[in-house]
Each structure stands twice: as C-alpha cells, then as structure tokens.
C-alpha cells in the first residue's frame, strides 16, 4: 500500500469519527473527493436518500471530473486537516 493510501485512509477514518457539525457545501466536497478519489470517473446516481439532495451529491462529484484519482485523494487529505487543524502522516 503506498504512503498515500495510507494516509486517505486514515484521512477516512478520521472524518467517519467527526462529531462536529459540517456546511453543507463542506460535506458535498468529502462526497465528491471520496468518490473521485474511490471510483474514479465511474458516476452512479445515489440511490438512497433524498433525490434532491442525490442530485447535490452528483453535480459536486461531475464538478471534480477532471482530478485524478491520487489528486482526490490528496485533496480529501487537505480537507480533512484543514477542518480537523491535524496533519495526517
């Protein structure tokens, strides 16, 4: 597993444990990083939820189309230490 892996996953593990309350538009990019960053250019309309809020969720990941997936990653990394003011290793 490559540093980088390693380091979206703990990115991962941190945000899956945040209590604090996240904007909207701050959840939308975690959304959209994750899913670049795990499917690549490989778009699913969610299925589960509110359409409204699913349509949110796939106009956020289409915006970010263009990164690749070590970039998503990277940017995940970023904004999880930006939110959580951590450096993650």
Same mark, same amino acid.
């Given at each position: 597993m490559s540093?980088?892996?390693e380091r979206f996953i703990a990115a991962f593990d941190i945000a899956s444990a945040m209590t604090?309350?996240? %904007? %909207?538009?701050? $959840?939308? $990019?975690?959304?959209? #990083? #994750?899913?670049? &960053?795990?499917?690549?250019g490989n778009f699913k309309q969610p299925t589960e939820g509110i359409p409204l809020k699913n349509a949110f969720k796939l106009n956020a990941w289409f915006q970010i189309k263009n990164l690749?997936?070590?970039? &998503?990653?990277?940017?995940y990394i970023e904004?999880?230490?930006?939110?959580?003011?951590q450096k993650i290793n």
């Open positions: 540093k980088l892996d604090q309350r996240i %904007p %909207p538009d701050t $959840m939308l $990019m975690f959304y959209a #990083y #994750y899913k670049q &960053a795990t499917k690549g690749s997936i070590d970039e &998503a990653k990277e940017k904004l999880v230490e930006k939110i959580t003011n």
